[in-house]
């Protein structure tokens, strides 16, 4: 199982928010590359950054962070967050970034997603799907569509997709513990690579996952409270 430690940017900042509301901020770091560093010296081998500002705006915000967090670490980095044409898309991958995700473009116009995997190809290329209840929300968490998780990710498998970061917003930030089943139903019905996002917040959390077949998870809140030690994790999950 991939571990994925969670940097959310916002105003060049690492902060983590709770439930995704963006008025319940917590800030950890003025200096986003160097968490990533701590990161990779602790055993990380992929990280996952947020632009959460972007994610609202609709267009990259925090290029120059993410420039230098790409430029700090030697492992492979994903980002998302208000990336939402080719353009931006290419640009991303020229800052370093290995993989990019699309969240809300990727809903609300799954051809452009069909499009980017060909011209990009597979492994560049991450969905979001941020479910509540098991129903789609869009542009930064702030609507909830009519279309389920299930049946999001198999369109987007039809259109060459292999990567799924999923989201359960009701645990994100809440350090309540992750959706496992419906995660695992999920990576059941699909057969994708279905990676697990909101509410790890202990070891036994992450043993859940694994034991559940689970193909990767990312870990936000827990790692700055010091409820994981990243190295013991990256050594019983990811070996």
């Not at 925090?62 to 998302?80: F, K, L, Q, Y």
């Not at 936000?220 to 050594?235: F, H, Q, S, T, W």
Request: charged letters at 25%.
């Amino acid at each position: 199982m991939q571990l994925y430690p969670a940097i959310d940017m916002k105003n060049g900042q690492c902060v983590r928010l709770r439930q995704g509301a963006f008025k319940d901020i917590t800030i950890y770091s003025d200096a986003p590359e160097k968490v990533a560093a701590h990161w990779q010296e602790k055993g990380a081998s992929f990280l996952h950054l947020v632009d959460l500002d972007g994610a609202l705006a609709g267009y990259s915000v925090n290029e120059e962070v993410i420039r230098r967090i790409a430029d700090t670490v030697s492992i492979p980095i994903e980002i998302g967050g208000g990336i939402r044409s080719g353009e931006a898309v290419e640009r991303m991958l020229g800052l370093g970034v290995r993989r990019v995700i699309i969240g809300t473009k990727a809903v609300e116009h799954p051809e452009f997603l069909r499009d980017i995997v060909r011209t990009f190809g597979e492994e560049a290329i991450v969905a979001g799907v941020d479910a509540k209840d098991g129903m789609v929300a869009v542009e930064g968490w702030e609507k909830v569509s009519s279309l389920t998780a299930r049946d999001l990710c198999l369109t987007m498998k039809e259109y060459g997709v292999r990567h799924i970061v999923y989201t359960d917003i009701s645990r994100d930030g809440m350090l309540s513990g992750p959706n496992v089943e419906a995660t695992r139903k999920l990576t059941e019905e699909t057969g994708l690579d279905i990676i697990a996002s909101g509410g790890v917040s202990c070891m036994e959390d992450l043993k859940c996952l694994h034991e559940a077949g689970i193909r990767g998870a990312i870990i936000g809140k827990a790692l700055y409270e010091n409820r994981i030690d990243l190295a013991e994790a990256v050594r019983l999950y990811e070996a």
